[in-house]
């Protein structure tokens, strides 16, 4: 299985069925991010109530330039935009992760908690997931062109595939004693 062409079958994995998809494919994975500094913590104001934080800051992945498909390096088989060349009709390779990388990316999830004396055991939390609305590419499409044996071409490259969620998450925890609690 390989997410980053398609591929959805486990039993089969293009890059050691034919060796030219793994020219130029010794360079930087696709989770390559170089730095994440994690930041978090919480205050207690009393028995009550406490409010905490989660902050996520992290370098982009890198972006590979994908391409081919029938005839690419001389072969004689499908497998369309899977080959590590940019270029369309020339078999020029093109080093994984070698076309820049996805944004930098800031995460901050504030969150609140409250215990009520008065219902022992009970506990409530609201947390806010990416409360700055931070919307960054964390995947993009990496197939530059594709052609199939018809020679129709295509061209999805650098879309964004994947996107940070929005700010519109805000969950409720709740955990409520059990009541009688027999066996």
Known sequence: MKSTNGQ???GTTSDFDFAEIMYGADDYLFNDHRHTFKLY???HFNDEWQVGANIQVQSGAPISCLGGG???FGT???Y???FHTCNVAEDDISR???SGRTPWTLNVSPNVVYKPKWAQGLSMQLSVLNAFNSIKPVQVYETRYSYNSAGT???FYNYHAALRPPAAAVRLVSDAPKLGGHG
Do not use: F, N, R
């Open 8 to 10: 959805s079958d486990t």
């Open 41 to 43: 913590g919480g205050y």
């Open 70 to 72: 029938m005839g690419t």
């Open 76 to 78: 004689e088989y499908g």
């Open 80 to 82: 369309a935009g899977v």
């Open 96 to 98: 994984l992760g070698g």
């Open 153 to 155: 071409i295509t061209d």
